[in-house]
């Protein structure tokens, strides 16, 4: 299994996105706080992601503690975005407090998780 690319940010806050590219897609994994400071980042990657003919995007949640509303956006949107362009958008997500957060929001329900 390939590794991860460097990480595109690691700041002081400890946030990091981090690529790798297999032969089915890209896995982006997210390290940190998703919230109103880092979304943008996020939305960068995914924004330059978006045209590159990939069939598969997984969201890795694994080492994010935290997300707010504007993290719960970005992700809603990308899987917008996924469904609109054909490609399959999955999240990664073992922290029981982010996938409650999915629940109680009702993103359970239409996100694909693994």
């Not at 003919?53 to 994010?64: F, H, I, K, Q, W």
């Not at 504007?70 to 999955?90: E, F, K, P, Q, W």
């Amino acid at each position: 299994m390939p590794e991860f690319e460097e990480p595109m940010q690691d700041g002081s806050s400890g946030f990091s996105i981090t690529l790798k590219h297999d032969p089915d897609g890209v896995q982006v994994r997210i390290v940190g706080e998703l919230d109103l400071a880092t979304v943008p980042e996020l939305n960068r990657v995914l924004e330059t992601l978006d045209g590159d003919g990939y069939s598969r995007l997984m969201l890795d949640l694994d080492g994010v503690q935290f997300i707010d509303s504007s993290g719960l956006s970005v992700i809603a949107s990308a899987n917008r975005s996924a469904d609109s362009n054909g490609h399959r958008l999955t999240i990664r997500c073992s922290s029981w407090q982010v996938r409650r957060l999915f629940e109680l929001t009702g993103m359970l329900e239409y996100l694909t998780f693994e």
